[in-house]
Structures are given as structure tokens and as C-alpha cells.
């Protein structure tokens, strides 16, 4: 008998609920989330010269990676790959003002959504 009368009372209240829908996430509640799980994003040496792309995470475990973040690779930060060299190798990139050239290897630890 007390078992039904829960059910009862947890019934009206799913039903009242059933027609909130969730906010849309944004990309920075989306990347807080992602990051709990798994990498989000791609890798910044997948992205093609031309286009504009959002730091996510730097892989501060690689031994690069805390330059890479004293240079200015930091989450939130807008980045433009520039141009790739003829074999891939070194890639350019614009941000914060600066050209910077990373190796292939080093971009790799770079997690990035494009805007």
C-alpha cells in the first residue's frame, strides 16, 4: 500500500517535467562536459590552411606541452592555420597577433573545435 502511494506521487511529477526541454549547450558548457568523458574536438594538425579554430585542451603530459602553453596555446584561444609546408611538416599558424610554426607531432597534442 505505501509502495503505491510513491509511485502515485512520483508519476504527476515525471509528467510535469516531460515537457522542459534542455537548454541548447554552448561550445564552452559542451567542452566542460566532453573533457570530464573523452578528447573533444580534433587534433589542430587535422585542420586545413584557412581555417579558424578554439583551443579546447593542450596535452600538458607531453614533454612540449607546457611551451606550448607559455607561447600562448591555451584553451579559449583563437587560432587561423595559415599554411602547411610541402610535406605537411611544419604547419603555421596565427594567434594572438603572432606567426608561430609547430612540427606535425606537436600539433597533435593540441585538442581544437572549429568555430
Request: proline content about 9%.
Amino acid at each position: 500500500m505505501k509502495s503505491e502511494s510513491m509511485s502515485e506521487s512520483v508519476e504527476p511529477l515525471s509528467a510535469k517535467l516531460e515537457w522542459i526541454e534542455p537548454a541548447p549547450a554552448t561550445p564552452e558548457l559542451r567542452v566542460a562536459k566532453d573533457l570530464a568523458d573523452e578528447p573533444v574536438g580534433c587534433r589542430l594538425s587535422e585542420i586545413a590552411p584557412g581555417q579558424s579554430v578554439v583551443i579546447v585542451s593542450v596535452d600538458a603530459d607531453a614533454p612540449q606541452g607546457r611551451r606550448l602553453q607559455d607561447l600562448g596555446f591555451l584553451p579559449g584561444t583563437a587560432v587561423r592555420v595559415v599554411r602547411r609546408a610541402p610535406l605537411g611538416d611544419p604547419i603555421q599558424f596565427e594567434l594572438r597577433g603572432c606567426n608561430l610554426c609547430l612540427r606535425k607531432s606537436e600539433a597533435d597534442g593540441i585538442r581544437v573545435l572549429v568555430e
